[in-house]
C-alpha cells in the first residue's frame, strides 16, 4: 500500500503507451546488438531460463516450454562469461531495464520472458531453432555430462572409452547425470535414429565435427561471393565504378559478422545484399556523405521492390527482420517508403 504514490518509471510509461508486445520488440532489439555471436546468445538464454526456472510460475512456464532441456540450462548461472554478463554486458542491460518496473513483480516476469522470447526468435535458438543447431546444442549439452562423470558412459556402453580426466561424482550426483544423459540420448535418437553407442561418439567427437569441413567454408565463402556480386551489379551503374568485387565482399562480411554460418547460407541474397547495401547507405549517411547515402540507397530501390513482390511465405523471421531494417535506414535517409 505504500506504493499507491509512487512515480511511474519511464519503461512503465512506454509500456502503458505503446503496449508491452511493442516494448519488448524494442528492446529485445538493443539487447540483441550486445550479443555479438549465435553463441553468445545462446550463452545469455541458457543464464536467462537458469533464472526463470527458478521464478515464479509465468517465468517457469517459460522455461520449461522453451525448448530447450533443464540439463541444457541448469547452473548456467554459474558460467559466467564478460561478453553475457560483464559490467556493460547484455544481462546488466536486462537487469536495469527489470529493475525500473518494480515492486511489480508479476510485470518484470512477464518483460523479461518477453524479451527473452524475441532474442531466441531473432537468433533461432531454442523452440525456433533449425533442426541441425539443435541436434548439436543437444550434443554439446551430452558431452559435457560425458566427460565430465566416468560412470556415465558405462552405463550405456561398454565399447566407448571414458574420457580421461572424468572425475568420480557422488552417488547422487551420478544418478541424476545418468538420467540427464539418458534424456537427451532418448531426445537425440528420436530426432537422428542414431543408437546410443552412435550418439555418444558423436558427442565426444563433436568439436572435431563441428571444426571439419572445408566445404562448407567454401560454400560460405561462395555465398558472400554471390552477395558481394550483387551489390557490384547494383551499384556500379551507368558507367560508375564505386566498387568492386573484393571490397564487396569486405562489405558483407562486415555487416553479416553477427550471424551464423547456416544463417548466412540460408539467407537469400537478395535480402543480403539490400541489407549490406542499406548499411553501406548508413554508414556514409553518418559520416555525413549525403550524396553517396542517397546514391547507394537509391541503388536499394529496385531490390527492396522485388522483395516486396514476393510472397511474405517464402522469407524467414530473420530475412523479414533485415528487411525491416533495410526500409528504415532508407526511410531516414531519403523519405523511401
Not at 532441456?69 to 564478460?82: D, F, H, Q, V
Amino acid at each position: 500500500m505504500f506504493n499507491i504514490f509512487r512515480k511511474k518509471s519511464q519503461l512503465e510509461k512506454l509500456i502503458d503507451a505503446d503496449g508491452i508486445e511493442h516494448a519488448t520488440g524494442r528492446f529485445a532489439e538493443i539487447i540483441a546488438r550486445k550479443l555479438t555471436s549465435r553463441e553468445i546468445a545462446y550463452q545469455f538464454i541458457l543464464q536467462e531460463l537458469d533464472g526463470a526456472s527458478r521464478g515464479n510460475d509465468a517465468s517457469q512456464q517459460f522455461a520449461e516450454s522453451s525448448g530447450f532441456l533443464p540439463e541444457e540450462y541448469r547452473n548456467a548461472l554459474e558460467n559466467s562469461i564478460p561478453e553475457v554478463d560483464g559490467p556493460d554486458g547484455p544481462q546488466q542491460q536486462l537487469l536495469a531495464l527489470s529493475l525500473e518496473l518494480l515492486p511489480n513483480q508479476e510485470l518484470v516476469a512477464k518483460f523479461r520472458c518477453m524479451v527473452d522470447d524475441k532474442i531466441m526468435r531473432m537468433f533461432k535458438l531454442g523452440r525456433y531453432a533449425q533442426k541441425e543447431d539443435r541436434i548439436i546444442n543437444l550434443l554439446s549439452t551430452l558431452k559435457d555430462i560425458l566427460i565430465s562423470d566416468k560412470d556415465v558412459i558405462p552405463a550405456f556402453t561398454p565399447n566407448v572409452p571414458v574420457p580421461v580426466g572424468a572425475q568420480v561424482r557422488h552417488i547422487h550426483n551420478r544418478q541424476k547425470n545418468i538420467a540427464s544423459a539418458k534424456e537427451l540420448i532418448s531426445i537425440l535418437s528420436q530426432m537422428t535414429r542414431d543408437d546410443s553407442e552412435t550418439i555418444i561418439k558423436k558427442a565426444l567427437s563433436l568439436d572435431e565435427t563441428k571444426a571439419t569441413g572445408s566445404n562448407s567454408e567454401a560454400s560460405l565463402e561462395q555465398k558472400y561471393a554471390e552477395i558481394a556480386e550483387a551489390i557490384v551489379s547494383a551499384i556500379n551503374q551507368g558507367g560508375v565504378a564505386m566498387v568492386d568485387q573484393q571490397g564487396a565482399t569486405s562489405i558483407v562480411k562486415e555487416t553479416l559478422e553477427r550471424m551464423s554460418e547456416r544463417e548466412i547460407l540460408g539467407c537469400k541474397t537478395s535480402v543480403a545484399s539490400l541489407f549490406s547495401m542499406a548499411h553501406l547507405a548508413d554508414s556514409a549517411f553518418k559520416d555525413n556523405d549525403n550524396v553517396l547515402a542517397k546514391y547507394i540507397s537509391m541503388r536499394c530501390k529496385p531490390i527492396g521492390q522485388k522483395i516486396m513482390q514476393t510472397p511474405n511465405d517464402q522469407y524467414s523471421d530473420l530475412e523479414f527482420t533485415m528487411v525491416d531494417s533495410a526500409f528504415d535506414i532508407m526511410k531516414k535517409i531519403d523519405g523511401y517508403a
